[in-house]
């Protein structure tokens, strides 16, 4: 009780009525340390996440509100000190944005035909490496190389890969009997060359990430299935996968926060037409369109309002997770 | 842990996949050994011409790219060190410790994970321009400071590979903070804090947005604003861009295949508990 | 050891940022002058820096240059606005002048009363393009660099096979003076050659072309947009669409690297092709396409591309900075500019002299270029230019133009498309 009171009260007070209390010798440096030591216990959280929050309030928050201000204005990037208020009116025409849906909707289907496959395909990938391997070293730096490439480097390869007349996989898939695929202008066909670019930078990594979470699953639970006779694929299904069942929801996170800010690649995966995404927008995602308002048509005031639409769209969809799986929970 | 002897499909399938991963970069430096003309002819070229060396060069003087590599290893060092380090210090703090305003301002990090970041770049080169560091380092490397996954990312990792009761036994014992930050948060932290200085690394070295507005090519650029200048002239020159996208992942791919086991290794000792 | 000694360079630079450091700061007594380009240039290709090193021994010149103009143009703005990054010299795309001259000229230099100027030696349209309106100050801020005339390149091979004329003058004189014409000669092509090989690359190009031959386009002189009723504009886009409706397109997309693979292995008989293309040509369709092809008059002058020079006033060595644009931009130069790189000159006076009268080319079957497009340039009308062309002109081409190229859609639907995009696009 004093001890609280000690810390609570005047610094400057304190040891002189800790030593009036009487103590031994040792009395009053004890105090001073447990106050440093509670002073400690309570500043010290502040302290370790201070750095972080210094650095996100002049480069983090600072761009956050000035976006948020800006996203209620008509302002435009070729005069940005110059605003007119316009309310929420960047906010309710999005309603009636054809543009901003559409690319809403080919961020959800390019997000699901990016991260779905590009999961499974690690999941299986890591099952293979788990095996004892010869030269597994060699296969494990190997299918991490494509992360190191930058998305400008792979796209532009892509875009030759992809292309309709003479691109290697029309060469590939009319060799094999089937007709060559207009990789830019399909709808579906565009946006699964796009996922592909996202599936061949990112599966690797996740494998190795799934591979080390394989290996910290305990054997006997291996042993004990193999015993109620199931097969190494049903292993696999009951054993493995619910194993991952923490890692998985990891790499959910975040790719699903990567395949929402998708940019870099339908930019360049089109060619020599800038933001558009294809001449129907096909693969225009949300990232892409906020791009064309604010660095193609300048319009930085409709810019704000879509990214801070998308940041309000995640947020929703977070809010929702965590909703299902508090009441998945409690049941 | 149990190691089944893999079959002779496994290496198959595996081969299949390695080649698909490696495919895109081989053609890189096959289109980085041809000439430009060549590059439009179909079929493509298929195997390497004689042209690298001379690729090589043009893309090396032009894009200034000593430079280029000395500040993008300036760069993504400073921000891979300060983001570790900080991300460390408050991954520990939310996954640890209890403080007032813990859930908002974890809340907070995880919001700003959500920021599209194509939108900060006007708000934040108004800032810069202001501080006059227009083409200087530091206004790539502070900004890129704020990295709230890899704090979420720490926290992640520490609430279940940090044992609390270690982090109680040396509060029992009267350690301060700092200490057991020092002799228990670290140790423990340490493979994560691999895993995300690998991630940060590699995301800071091929980072293109910001710096394109925030550097030049002449004062200080780093190696992806270098590249921007390849290909001028009249007729943009692939394969010269291509000698310039390779040299460009070169000293990542060299730094992955020396260190690549314990990059490796360390993504999956970072990923079990993570 | 280079590399340290490269940053040492780089820092030694930085008490330049000091306004009056002058030319005693930056180290031997120079002035260092930076110049800001986007891909289509070559000022640096043909040597003129290294020319006006040599003149002035207390000037070096340094170009920074970015690939791609849709990068290039809003980096612009970002570093006019907060006055800082900038180059000494930064080039402008003819799509953005408007935009420029209108938003930024206060913060630009009057280039037009630098000595050495001569207003009289450029095309005048040009130099109005460079000019702010009266109510921004009416400065010239922008100095004419090149400009983009128009020919027809074609496939003297194809076109014989197809059994159409095959010389110059002949085929220019297929089409001479309507677009129409061309569109019947490419009829008449496709009735002989059969399908494998289109008569023209893409619809955009076409429409481009055709566009770059009327004096109105998206804007009217009060400033208005009027590219929704502007019949030279619609009509444009309907003729260059009956060129895919018809089959005669090989439904490539200009600058990807299926059009330049299109080059390589000739996938169409003709492109309009401004000057500055035919180097593109040279390159991409090799040393195979060599005396296959060579370069007609088009139907109609007309022109497309073509960029300024600004210097912005923020820059460390503005007074410097302007004298070396003027130079850059003089007749002379101009004249060699297109001499090493094709880049046609928008100094009229320019084209007296013998490096640009009497070019030719020799990829091009000899083709007096010269005389070619010097013909084509002074038929040009004079376009009314506005702030939002860059946006406008790319929705036509990549929005409207492609679906009906590529995805098959009818005219109409193009066009309402491109119309959507475009409304959306300056709706602020």
Known sequence: MTDETAVLSPSAAAPERAAAEGGGRGRPGQVWRSRRYRWDLRWSPYAFVAPFFLFFAAFGLFPLLYTGWAALHQVELTDPDSMTWVGLRNFTRLWDDEFFWNALRNTVTIGLLSTVPQLAIALGVAHLLNYRLRGSAFFRVAVLTPYATSVAAATLVFVLLFGRDYGMINWVLSAVGFGAVDWQNGTFASQLAVSTIVIWRWTGYNALIYLAAMQAVPGELYESAALDGASRWQQFLHVTVPSLRPTILFTCVVSTIGATQLFGEPLLFNGGAGATGGSDHQFQTLGLYLYEQGWVNLHLGRASAIAWAMFLILLLIAGAARLLRGRGNSR | MRSLRAGQLTYVVLGLFTAGSLFPLVWTAIAASRTNTRLAQTPPPFWFGGNLGRNLQIAWTDANMGTALLNTVIVAGTVTVGTVLFSTLAGFAFAKLRFRGRRMLMAMVVGTMLIPPQLSVVPLYMLIAKLSWTDRLQAVVLPSLVCAFGVFFMRQYLVHALPTELVEAARTDGASSLRVMWHVVFPAARPAMAVLGMLTFVMSWNDFFWPIVALTQNGSPTVQVALTGLGRGYIPDQSVIMAGALLGTLPLLVVFIVFGRQIVGGIMQGAVKG | ?428
């Not at chain 3, 309009?272 to 002058?301: N, R, T």
């Open chain 3, 1 to 428: 050891m280079g590399a340290a000694a490269l940053l040492l360079g780089g820092c030694a630079q930085d008490p330049e940022t000091d306004p009056k450091a002058g030319p005693s700061a930056g180290g031997k007594g120079q002035t260092t002058l930076t110049v800001g380009v986007f891909g289509a240039f070559g000022l640096q290709e043909a040597g003129l820096y290294d020319e006006y090193m040599a003149q002035n021994p207390g000037i070096r010149i340094e170009q920074t240059s970015i690939e791609r103009n849709e990068n290039y143009y809003p980096q612009l703005l970002t570093h006019l606005g907060t006055g800082s990054g900038l180059a000494d010299i930064q080039a402008v795309e003819v799509n953005n002048i408007a935009e420029i001259t209108a938003t930024q000229a206060d913060k630009l230099v009057d280039l037009g009363k630098v000595s050495g100027v001569d207003k009289a030696a450029y095309l005048p349209w040009k130099w109005a393009q460079g000019t702010a309106p009266a109510a921004k100050g009416g400065a010239t801020v922008g100095l004419g660099t090149d400009i983009g005339p128009q020919g027809i390149c074609y496939r003297k091979d194809l076109f014989e096979a197809a059994g159409l004329p095959s010389d110059r003058e002949a085929v220019g004189a297929l089409w001479a003076g309507d677009w129409g014409k061309y569109l019947e000669t490419g009829k008449a092509y496709k009735a002989k050659a059969g399908d494998g090989k289109a008569f023209v690359d893409s619809a955009s190009g076409v429409m481009a072309a055709v566009t770059g031959s009327s004096a109105q386009r998206f804007y009217d002189e009060q400033g208005k947009v009027v590219y929704k009723t502007n019949p030279a504009v619609r009509g444009a886009f309907d003729l260059a669409a009956s060129f895919a409706t018809e089959g005669l397109s090989a439904k490539l997309q200009q600058f990807t690297p299926g059009w330049d693979q299109g080059f390589a292995n000739g996938a169409f008989a003709t492109v309009s092709c401004p000057a500055w293309m035919l180097g593109y040509i040279q390159d991409k369709a090799g040393p195979a396409g060599k005396d296959k092809w060579d370069v007609a008059q088009a139907p109609k002058p007309s022109n497309w591309g073509g960029s300024f020079l600004v210097v912005p006033k923020a820059g460390k060595n503005a007074e410097a900075a302007a004298k070396l644009a003027a130079w850059l931009t003089a007749p002379e130069q101009q004249a060699k500019l297109f001499e090493k790189r094709g880049s046609f000159p928008s100094a009229s006076a320019a084209y007296k002299l013998p490096a640009v009268s009497g070019a030719k080319h020799e990829y091009f079957g000899g083709a007096p270029i010269g005389e070619i497009f010097s013909k084509a340039a002074q038929g040009v009308p004079v376009t009314v230019v506005g702030p939002k062309d860059l946006v406008i002109a790319q929705n036509l081409a990549d929005i409207g133009m492609l679906q009906v190229d590529q995805k098959g859609r009818s005219p109409q639907e193009g066009w309402e498309a491109a119309v959507k995009a475009i409304d959306n696009a300056l709706d602020q």
